[in-house]
T-cell receptor
Framework: DTGVSQDPRHKITKRGQNVTFRCDPISEHNRLYWYRQTLGQGPEFLTY????????KSRLLSDRFSAERPKGSFSTLEIQRTEQGDSAMYLCASSLVAGGNQETQYFGPGTRLLVL | AQSVSQHNHHVILSEAASLELGCNYS??????LFWYVQYPGQHLQLLLK??????LVKGIKGFEAEFIKSKFSFNLRKPSVQWSDTAEYFC?????????????FGGGTRVLVKP
């Protein structure tokens, strides 16, 4: 069990640029979540996938944000035309759900984005 | 929408002192409850969780939490802290029956244990 991994760990970009983050979940985990955490706050839900299907998106996820999980394994989160307000830690979590609601999410180390 | 409140933003205490961190949530239905910990420079790690059954839950590293349904609370406790417990602690909740089990987090409590 290698845990959830995220790449890159840090990203500095200029306002208006596009950025893409990758998350590799724990092997065979069928759910994958994206959260955003700003300084001094707890993580906030952005979106989640059950296998390759994106089932829910938060209102925090503006049109500039898009997430994919094409083969039900790794996921990417893209932010287009970045703004300074996008600066945050982007967290990925995965879980294995086999029925019922007793689900535990395991988090990756996050990608810290700084938009200049 | 559900919300989670953690009453203390910062806690400073000495080694061997007892620790209690408060967590209250707003959702009135059946919930799952979690405490995560983030040590300096590390990622969020699960400390303990409650799904059902005994409301007193034991976690790793000597931590425990008690679910009090009538108070909508899930407070975290440790009888005797160590310097290595210095970390940020997050309470999180999801409600059963919702599509997906997205977590709603509290704002976190930074705990500093002085040696």
């Amino acid at each position: 069990d290698t845990g959830v991994s995220q790449d890159p760990r840090h990203k500095i970009t200029k306002r208006g640029q596009n950025v893409t983050f990758r998350c590799d979940p724990i092997s065979e985990h069928n759910r994958l979540y994206w959260y955003r955490q700003t300084l001094g706050q707890g993580p906030e839900f952005l979106t989640y996938f059950q296998n390759e299907a994106q089932l829910e998106k938060s209102r925090l996820l503006s049109d500039r944000f898009s997430a994919e999980r094409p083969k039900g394994s790794f996921s990417t989160l893209e932010i287009q035309r970045t703004e300074q307000g996008d600066s945050a830690m982007y967290l990925c979590a995965s879980s294995l759900v086999a029925g019922g609601n007793q689900e535990t999410q395991y988090f990756g180390p996050g990608t810290r984005l700084l938009v200049l | 929408a559900q919300s989670v409140s953690q009453h203390n933003h910062h806690v400073i205490l000495s080694e061997a002192a007892s620790l209690e961190l408060g967590c209250n949530y707003s959702y009135g239905g059946t919930v799952n409850l979690f405490w995560y910990v983030q040590y300096p420079g590390q990622h969020l790690q699960l400390l303990l969780k409650y799904f059902s059954g005994d409301p007193l839950v034991k976690g790793i590293k000597g931590f425990e939490a008690e679910f009090i349904k009538s108070k909508f609370s899930f407070n975290l406790r440790k009888p005797s802290v160590q310097w290595s417990d210095t970390a940020e602690y997050f309470c999180a909740v999801n409600h059963r029956g919702a599509a997906g089990n997205k977590l709603t987090f509290g704002g976190g409590t930074r705990v500093l244990v002085k040696p």
